[in-house]
């Protein structure tokens, strides 16, 4: 097998003849009887399915970019066919609207109307695979044992199923052809078991076609020494004999241009066609097992040639078919050299070969089909999609009822409404993010952060939320993130205003909503809900942006931080704010705890707030490279970190952790035989306030550069201490050049 550049077959395809040729026998060999079956249920002349399976394989193999799909008669189209047929009043008629439907299609194919096959979910494409295989299954069963049907060559399976199905059941106790069970046996043995035997070295054999000429085979040997099991007429397959060559065609009615019944049924059939080629193709190619993308635009154009020139030549619309693909992907097929030989053999046999194609019995066929709808309708399948959740299940399972009980695409189109439905359901539940807090002796807070879009598909979660608030509730709504809001959305924030949050004392708010969104009343719209960044220039304003968002936190009136990626990207280039010293201890995230943005802090942990050299030199690169202009020392209550060292030096054990009470002891500030359990947890608090003030003072004495700064105002240097109960942070005045003997003070 080589990787070879080809014009004829495209760009990047995979040519091993040695696959190819077998794969291409084996998908005639299905295709035939499909020929038949569906001409038939189309109520069209039986040839007319053969010609469209000969251009099927010869032009749209040749025009299409696909690797693997196999373009014959559709069956999801029968039904179309055969009421057209009828209302229109003559097969010649219908040519003419197949033809017009045809030149719809390619104009569709260059408009880029394929794009339409990238919105196709996956589990609808898998739930149409599986579907398939399960009409496989159910309708090729009475061929697999020998049942008589009256339609033997019926094969529209999706529109008659259950009704078939019950025909079946009954049929199958009653007339079991015992050639046609044996014969089907041997060949799914023998196919299921292919890569446990030396038959798989049979390279130019696949197990498909082998299996059909050992039927062959098999069966004129019953013929001769066990005609019990010989099997003959409807079992074995049936094609016309053709007495000459102009007897294939059949000509559209030209002079039925102008009825209006003709366009109607034209631009029908274009439609229906072009979807069901397009998820044929996305079908085919989560098949292919080098998973190429066919271009969609392509194959509507090759469609649309190949349907005209079925309706020139007397043919029936013809779309790209999930049957026949999958059977040539199943026999090894590489390229789509395998639908070329289809195609050839299709012509050759209507033409030479139809007394040999009719040895076929119908039984061997039928096996390689319930293979094939096996492997697309596994357990294994079935679980994957049930492992996803019900989001992803559930349209599946709908996708294959819709199909079983109707059509192909109708089915389809019902469980896309159902992925619909589960996608507007996710819209329901998440047009925002909600927060509920309940401050000390405050209102409880009730914060919506809209997404970046909110529409009309938003309008029944948010009314939902807004209305079932509890009397006194404060809500604030933030747009701050969100590039655009739906004026109906608008007017439900006015109208809840109005009404409901007058009548139950509701505080209503709306914060970071743009200027170019106006309502018509006078809602309190805070567009300055916080200080611009790029006024940030000194220590002390930012100091108060920080307590101001601390405010923010408590209060549960958060502004959102968050940004596009474009003002992402702008806004980490800017320096950041402050460094902020705290305990490892302490794992709330400052950002939210101070309503800062991304990068606006850089957090340095030490445990129990004790700064070494080390970390202090970190602080002047910081403020030196990164230009933060402000140094933050902060702990937190209570500290378990400084509590479990104080409990070592209670038991006398000696641990790592003792040594963050080291600075106070050298200092004479805490003494280890004044603890007790009695006051365990005030030493608590007083050593975490006494290690930020030690390592404030540490900052000024031990770092020139770090002092002169300060000293200038150009960095700005305080403590705080973070409250863990309430949340608030209480925040120290800008420090200036002190000793340390001022942490006495503390005791």
Not at 238 to 255: A, K, M, R, V
Not at 508 to 515: E, R, S
Request: hydrophobic content about 45%; proline content about 5%.
């Amino acid at each position: 097998m080589g990787f070879k550049q080809n014009k004829l077959f495209g760009p990047k395809t995979y040519n091993n003849p040695s696959k190819d040729i077998p794969a291409g026998i084996v998908v005639f060999l299905v295709a035939l009887p499909l020929c038949l079956g569906i001409a038939l249920a189309s109520g069209a002349p039986l040839i007319s399915g053969l010609i469209s399976g000969m251009i099927g394989g010869l032009v749209v193999g040749l025009i299409s970019r696909s690797h693997t799909s196999v373009t014959g008669p559709a069956a999801s189209l029968s039904a179309v066919v055969l009421i057209a047929i009828q209302l229109l009043g003559s097969f010649q008629v219908f040519l003419l609207a197949l033809l017009i439907g045809g030149l719809i299609q390619v104009a569709l194919g260059f408009l880029k109307a394929g794009r339409i096959a990238d919105y196709i979910p996956t589990n609808i494409i898998k739930g149409l695979l599986a579907a398939i295989g399960l009409i496989l299954i159910f309708s090729q069963l009475p061929y697999a044992l020998g049942v008589e049907l009256n339609e033997s060559r019926l094969l529209n399976y999706s529109q008659d199923f259950f009704t078939g199905l019950q025909e079946r059941a009954f049929l199958v106790f009653t007339t079991i052809a015992p050639g046609a069970l044996l014969l089907s046996l041997i060949s799914l043995v023998i196919m299921i078991y292919w890569d446990k035997t030396p038959l798989k070295h049979l390279k130019l054999f696949p197990p498909s076609l082998f299996v059909v000429i050992l039927g062959v085979g098999l069966n004129q040997l019953f013929k001769f020494y066990i005609p019990t099991l010989y099997l003959d007429g409807v079992h074995l397959v049936n094609i016309p004999e053709i007495n000459h060559f102009g007897s294939l065609f059949t000509f559209p009615d030209f002079t039925a241009i102008n009825d209006s019944k003709v366009w109607t049924y034209a631009f029908t059939i274009a439609i229906i066609g072009s979807i069901a080629t397009l998820l044929n193709l996305e079908a085919t190619d989560n098949l292919d097992p080098h998973k190429r993308r066919s271009p969609p635009n392509q194959e509507l154009v090759a469609q649309g040639i190949g349907n005209t020139l079925a309706g020139l030549l007397g043919g029936i619309p013809i779309t790209s078919v999930i049957v026949r693909s999958s059977v040539n992907i199943e026999a090894g097929a590489e390229s789509k050299f395998s639908t070329l030989i289809h195609g050839f053999l299709l012509t050759i046999s209507v033409l030479f070969l139809s007394n040999i194609i009719n040895l076929i019995p119908l039984a061997s066929l039928a096996a390689i089909l319930l293979l094939v709808g096996y492997k697309l309708t596994s357990f294994r399948i079935i679980k994957q999609m049930y492992r996803k959740g019900w989001v992803q299940f559930l349209p599946f399972a709908v996708t294959v009822i819709a199909i079983l009980l109707t059509d192909v695409l109708l089915g389809v189109l019902i469980g896309s409404a159902v992925s619909v439905f589960f996608l507007l359901r996710s819209n329901f539940y998440n047009p925002y993010y909600i927060e509920a807090t309940n401050p000390v002796n405050k209102k409880k807070i009730v914060r919506l952060e809209l997404s970046n879009e909110v529409s009309f598909l938003n309008k029944p979660a948010i009314k939902r939320t807004l209305w079932n608030l509890p009397n006194g509730t404060k809500v604030i709504i933030d747009a701050s993130f969100s590039s655009y809001v739906e004026p109906d959305i608008l007017e439900i924030f006015e109208d809840y205003k109005d009404t409901f949050a007058k009548e139950n004392n509701i505080d209503f708010n709306i914060i970071g909503l743009g200027d170019n969104f106006t309502p018509r009343n006078k809602i309190k719209i805070d567009r300055k809900h916080s200080q611009d960044r790029n006024d940030l220039k000194t220590p002390q304003k930012i100091l108060n942006f920080l307590e101001e968002g601390n405010k923010r936190y408590v209060d549960g009136d958060l502004v959102s931080r968050r940004f596009q990626n474009k003002k992402l990207k702008d806004f980490i280039k800017d320096a950041p704010l402050a460094i902020v010293v705290n305990c490892i201890d302490m794992r709330e995230p400052l950002n939210m705890l101070m309503n800062t943005g991304i990068g606006d802090l850089i957090p340095l942990k030490v445990a129990g707030n004790i700064l070494g050299a080390d970390l202090i030199d970190t602080i002047e690169i910081s403020c030196r490279k990164q230009h933060a202009k402000l140094i933050l020392i902060m702990g937190h209550s209570p500290n378990k970190l400084i509590n479990y060292a104080l409990k070592n030096t209670m038991s006398s054990s000696e641990e790592r952790i003792s040594s963050l009470l080291t600075p106070a002891i050298s200092e004479g500030f805490f003494k280890p035989k004044e603890l007790n359990a009695e006051n365990l947890e005030d030493w608590t608090e007083r050593l975490t306030k006494w290690n930020i003030e030690y390592s404030r003072a540490l900052v000024l004495s031990s770092n020139p550069y770090l002092k002169s700064e300060i000293l200038k105002g150009n960095i700005g240097l305080c403590t705080a201490i973070f409250n863990r109960k309430t949340g608030k942070i209480e925040f120290s005045t800008l420090s200036i050049a002190e000793n340390r003997s001022n942490n006495n003070s503390l005791n």
